[in-house]
């Protein structure tokens, strides 16, 4: 079974400064998706980044870029100068490839990893 | 706004009573799952429906049972409540299954069991 590990309950930034957020996961599938869901203080999940397993190139939004190891199995966040609208919960979450008609595509989420940026 | 859309946003109920929760994809979206989100049990999968057919049951109660109709939107029935079903309820839509379109979640409906 896959699990999601985010070790940082509670991290805080200064505005327009940079911070990282932690991800490990565990599973034997070589062919697989990671992501990055925000949850503001209104609680809807919004997607922040993707990245699929077989790209060794990092993916990047704006703002927010990735460090993907896969032999470490770890996906960590990067946000670069830090917004107040950036406060919130932040899931990562792994998904297994699923070949159609088969597999379903759930996602399997860490515990979060609350963001505080500090005026 | 994700496309997405839920009903109702806020449900306060007693126990022992029964509930419907409906989730209306983004448009085209074939594949919509069910997620649950409380405090002791975090983010969780429930269950997953594909153009109509059940695909995948993650960690849903007996007590809970879905559906998802000809014109795609998805229903998740709820009953005998108890007071541990509080949570907050979400669904997401995808394309389908097999590839790795992104899942885009609904705004979520609270559900308080008194």
């Known amino acids: 079974a896959q699990t999601v590990t985010q070790s940082q309950p509670e991290m805080s930034v200064q505005e327009a400064e940079t911070v990282t957020l932690s991800c490990t996961y565990d599973?034997?599938?070589?062919?697989?998706?990671l992501f990055w869901y925000k949850q503001p203080p209104s609680r809807q999940m919004i997607l922040v980044i993707r990245q699929e397993a077989y790209k060794q190139q990092n993916a990047t939004e704006n703002r927010f870029s990735v460090n993907f190891q896969k032999a470490a199995k770890s996906f960590s966040l990067k946000i670069s100068d830090s917004q107040l609208g950036d406060t919130a919960m932040y899931f990562c979450a792994f998904m297994k490839h699923g070949r159609y008609g088969g597999a379903t595509n759930k996602l399997i989420f860490g515990t979060g990893t609350l963001l505080a940026v500090q005026p | 706004d994700s496309g997405v859309t839920q009903t109702p946003k806020h449900l306060i109920t007693a126990t022992g009573q029964r509930v419907t929760l409906r989730c209306s994809p983004r448009s085209g979206d074939l594949s919509v799952y069910w997620y649950q989100q409380s405090l002791d049990q975090g983010l969780q999968f429930l269950i997953h429906?594909?153009?109509?057919?059940?695909?995948a049951k993650g960690n849903i109660l007996e007590r809970f049972s879905a559906q998802q109709f000809p014109d795609l939107h998805s229903e998740l029935n709820l009953s005998s409540l108890e007071l541990g079903d509080s949570a907050l309820y979400f669904c997401?839509?995808?394309?389908?299954?097999?590839?790795?379109?992104?899942?885009?979640f609904g705004p979520g409906t609270r559900l308080t069991v008194t």
């Open positions: 599973t034997s599938e070589s062919n697989y998706y």
């Open positions: 429906y594909y153009n109509g057919e059940e695909r």
């Open positions: 997401a839509s995808s394309v389908a299954p097999g590839s790795m379109y992104e899942q885009y």
